[in-house]
């Protein structure tokens, strides 16, 4: 019996192995693709999107491609629209052979340039690159050569309940001290105060550096461990600590749904939601930047969005910078409709972003005006790796009462670490 | 193929006197053939799926592999160094171990009790064994979704907020409190609910090989009562039914990753929090967020290794057990 033991657990435990390295090693499978492409064309191209919540987009992004393909009958370009988790699925298709040759993401990393995931796209830009927001370009640079075409700029900040303030005798807040103030008064019955994420810092944490006026990066030099950062860090979490925090809710924070019920009063959201915030509140609500802290503080109003890049792996480089070209550059009507006629997003340049009819009245021009304010975000070298240990430290410091700046002190030195890794591109 | 087998072993019977003789190696060559040709497409995918990238991930655990999974850049022991010397791994491997120090035993005496009880019933075993049975077909992903959005939500209207709002508590957020650990509520039960089922059946399928004459013949001899029945002769018998859970259960343990990651991640905003980070959801991140897949990999070798050790020592200490038992 004791001999059949052993027997047992290897061939079980053979299995495990074999599970977990599997799991590790080989990435999850592709998505079927969808879309078109024409038999005469010489070259195809793959362009792969995530899945865009908005109705519409995925047949704008055919209609592109349609149209590309009409001017230019040599090539065809088909399109893919991967639903789910569509950074794992592109990070490992771009590690064989038969990657995309056009595909989206948030930010150009040094790994991705040195592993020529990427490519520079400094002679499409041309001209141009002085009309793009450079804050939209700066996660796309390495070294003053761009990788990416910005396609969409997101902008995050808070909104905020007017009715709920004004019963709750809360003025809109100005500092970080008065925002915690505020999210305590308005925490009462079903409503909770704010909501910045479900752990409670998701939203947040990358927020607070800027709102003390400093960064987490100054180039090379990982810069978040300081008294000051460390000061909001313990000033923003006695929102967690004094419960006036909505934590758990059904949805996230990038979904307007928590604010429209009135699960809170104050929430972080992006500018995305804004079509349905006003479809459905109406009037009764307002925009403001995540609030100052301390005497060298600025409010914050954090960019995000998708940009465009070319596979360096591509067979067809040359090919599908042109396509990039046509696309998101020159064709001003497609950058128009891609923003705005779906969703709520600012065009990246700023000519189109100024011309923008739903974009020049009420809470949207407010937003773009904030956005041009108080817009910020981090740079292209808030790698993944290096953005780790500052993401445990916030969660450590928020949500188990560590002591801020030995936190923050001791992830900087991982954080730097993780800097120093990263490939000079 | 039965049938064929059958006839062979009747001619191999009729012709017993020339074992070695050309006929019978003709008859097995055509056997082996089938058998290759049966089993190569089983085996060539295990091959090339399994083993080559098991081979492929050793090598990679040893190479600088950023952004890439191309072999050449060798780094030595360089990524397990990394590996151990990041607190955060080896604060996901000793959570994975308490992890599994309160589920393994929860589950088995559940499980047990659970496959005691049905097995007494006189009616309708089919239908409460079906019925525990059947959260067993539910996904990891979907119970995780309904642990956290309905069960465990925050806000006041959940399930276990009415419930402690029954008793005069306030609202908790179950699953964004990790101090106390309040998630480990969350974690713990939706695992039991899914998995206690599937180890009650295998219990359930023991204890019907136990021959009823023992239970007579211990009445005869004056055992009374159902515990004394169930400790000296349901429980000993049960021995290879319940090492071989307990063996399943601490491997499907440490290779928890699905509750863990829908129940604790926030959507696009990122993945979970240091707390409640087992050493797969840990790897997951390193791999495919990080893209680091040299230390990726380097971790799935020594979560395997933990594995098997674990598996090994476990295997040792139930010899022993039963030997001292006996």
Known sequence: MSGSTPGLSRRRLLGGSLLVVGGAVLPGCQSDPIGGGSGSAKVTLNHWYHEYGEQGTREAALRYAADYTKQNPDVAVKVTWVPGDYKTKWQSSVLTPEGPDVYEINEVTPDMVAQRQVTALDDILGSVRAELNPHALSPLTHGGTAYGVPMIIDVMLLYYRKSLL??????????????????????????????????????????????????????RKVSYATPEIADAFAVARRMFTEKSMLLGYATEWYDPNALITG?????????????????????DFDLVPWPAHGPTGKPVVILGGWSQVVNGKSKHVDEA????????????????DWALSYG????????????????????????????????????????????????????????KNADPLATLTAAAGRSQEALDKLPTV | MSVRTGARQADAGTVRPAPGSARRRRVDWSAWRAFALLTAPLLVGLLVFKYVAMGWGLLLSFSDARGTIALGDWAGLANYRTLFGDPRFRESLSM??????????LTFAIALGLAVLVNRLR???ALFRTTFFLPAAVSYVVASLIWKMSLFSGVPSSAANSLAALFGQEPTAWIATVDPPLYWVVLVTVRLWLQVGLYMILFLAGMQEIPAELYEAARVDGAAGQWRLFRHITFPLLRNTSVAVTLLLVIAAFQAFDEFYNLLSTGLAGAPGPDGRPPLVYLYDVSLVQQDYGLGSAGAFVVTLLIVLVTLVQGRLVGFGRRDGD
């Open chain 1, 263 to 283: 699960a809170t009063a104050i929430a972080w959201g992006g500018l995305w939601a804004l079509p349905r915030i006003s479809r459905e509140l109406g009037d």
């Open chain 2, 123 to 125: 009616r309708g075993r």
């Open chain 1, 166 to 219: 004004a019963d709750a005798g809360v003025a809109v807040p100005t500092t970080l001290t008065e925002l915690v103030g505020a999210a305590r008064a308005l925490t009462r019955g079903k409503t909770k105060g704010i909501f910045v994420g479900n752990d409670g810092l998701a939203g947040m944490r990358g927020v607070l550096p800027f709102s003390v006026g400093q960064a987490v990066l100054t180039d």
């Open chain 2, 96 to 105: 994975i171990v308490v992890f599994t120090l309160v589920i393994v035993p």
């Open chain 1, 321 to 336: 910078k042109k396509y990039v070209r046509w696309l998101w550059l020159q064709n001003n009507e497609v950058q128009q």
């Open chain 1, 344 to 399: 709520f997003h600012v065009p990246p340049r700023a000519g189109l972003a100024a011309q923008a009819e739903p974009l020049q009245t009420g809470a949207a021009k407010k937003a773009v005006d904030l956005l041009n304010q108080h817009g910020t975000r981090t740079t292209a070298l808030w790698a993944p790796t290096v953005s780790k240990p500052y993401d445990d430290a916030a969660s450590d410091i928020i949500r």
